[in-house]
Structure formats: structure tokens, C-alpha cells
């Protein structure tokens, strides 16, 4: 095998390789979005079905406010990054689309000068609305916790404070958040 077989060979062993990476990265990115969107709304559901059985867990409900602001600003983020990446990829399948227009229409001795080239990384728009849309379900998931530890804790209090109300010298619920 001579210098040029072996450039042209080591060209196209990364370009699979690059082809690999990027279908990862796209399999990845679409897992990413698939979890976000189902852990979010699940996390809607389930809280909003539980306070409503809920009757006495009515503490600290800006904290469950917030959670489901948060939770619906990750579904509408995840969303808009999915449909700009959708618009991004169907940009460059346009544009590809034209260059081989453009490529079928050079002379055998031009094509032969042309390089083709691909676009690698992730759109920064794209990129940063999927950061934002972690960060809104990981406080998401902070605010619900908080609100039922809370919740949890109140109703502990509220039972210790009926034991001593009904003779008992003690109890095991000693809360430093909440007032007896």
C-alpha cells in the first residue's frame, strides 16, 4: 500500500468514525429529551394526583408551585430545543441537498477540487436551552422534595403535639422547622 492508499484509507476510517460519533451524539441527545419530558410530566402528574388526596398536605404550597412552574418550563424548554434541532437538521439537508445539485453540474476536473465537509457540534441555542431545561428539573425535583419533607414533617409535629395533648410525657417528633 503506498502513501496515497494509506491517507485515503485513514480518511475514510475517520470519517465512519466521525459518522459513529455523531449518531451516538444524536441517539444520546434524543435519550436526554426522552427522560427530561417523561420525568417532568410524570412529576406533574404524581404530585398534583397525591395533593389532591392529599387534603391535610397543604403547607408550604409555593414550594409545589414552584415545582410545577419548574417541571412545565423544562417540558416547554425541552420542546423548543427538539423542534430548533428538527429545523437545524432539515437547514443542513437542504443545504446538502444544493451542494450536490451544485457538484452534479461541476466538470469531472472541479469535482475532483472539491472537499466536502460536514457540520459537527451541537447549536448553542439547542445546547443551552437543554442545560436550562436540566437545571429547571433538578430544582424542580429540590421544591418537591422540600414541600413534602414539609408536608411530612407537619403532620409528624401535629401527631406529636396530639400524643402530649393526650397524656404521653414524650415524643420522638422534635421538629426545629416547624412551631409547636
Known amino acids: 500500500m503506498n502513501g496515497d492508499e494509506r491517507i485515503r484509507q485513514n480518511r475514510q476510517e475517520l470519517?465512519?468514525?466521525?459518522?459513529?460519533?455523531?449518531?451516538k451524539?444524536?441517539?444520546?441527545?434524543?435519550?436526554?429529551?426522552?427522560?427530561?419530558?417523561?420525568?417532568?410530566?410524570?412529576s406533574l402528574v404524581i404530585s398534583m394526583t397525591l395533593v389532591?388526596?392529599?387534603?391535610?398536605?397543604?403547607?408550604?404550597?409555593?414550594?409545589?408551585?414552584?415545582?410545577?412552574?419548574?417541571?412545565?418550563?423544562?417540558?416547554?424548554?425541552?420542546?423548543?430545543?427538539?423542534?430548533?434541532?428538527?429545523?437545524?437538521?432539515?437547514?443542513?439537508?437542504?443545504?446538502?441537498?444544493?451542494?450536490?445539485?451544485?457538484?452534479?453540474?461541476?466538470?469531472?476536473?472541479?469535482?475532483?477540487?472539491?472537499r466536502v465537509t460536514r457540520p459537527v457540534g451541537t447549536d448553542k441555542t439547542v445546547g443551552t436551552l437543554n442545560i436550562l431545561a436540566v437545571g429547571m428539573f433538578i430544582i424542580g425535583v429540590a421544591l418537591l422534595g422540600w414541600f413534602a419533607a414539609a408536608?411530612?414533617?407537619?403532620q409528624e409535629h401535629a401527631r406529636c403535639i396530639d400524643r402530649l395533648a393526650a397524656g404521653h410525657e414524650t415524643c420522638k417528633a422534635n421538629s426545629v422547622f416547624l412551631p409547636r
Not at 15 to 23: V, Y
Not at 98 to 103: A, V
Not at 151 to 154: A, H, I
Request: proline share 2%.
Open 52 to 114: 389532591g388526596r392529599s387534603p391535610g398536605a397543604n403547607l408550604c404550597l409555593g414550594l409545589l408551585f414552584g415545582s410545577w412552574a419548574c417541571f412545565a418550563v423544562c417540558l416547554i424548554l425541552v420542546v423548543v430545543a427538539m423542534t430548533l434541532a428538527h429545523l437545524a437538521t432539515h437547514k443542513s439537508a437542504k443545504e446538502t441537498a444544493d451542494n450536490l445539485e451544485r457538484f452534479s453540474q461541476m466538470s469531472p476536473e472541479e469535482a475532483a477540487l472539491q
Open 151 to 154: 408536608n411530612v414533617l407537619s
Open 25 to 42: 451524539t444524536a441517539d444520546q441527545a434524543h435519550e436526554i429529551d426522552k427522560a427530561l419530558l417523561t420525568l417532568s410530566s410524570g
Open 15 to 23: 470519517i465512519a468514525l466521525l459518522d459513529t460519533i455523531l449518531a
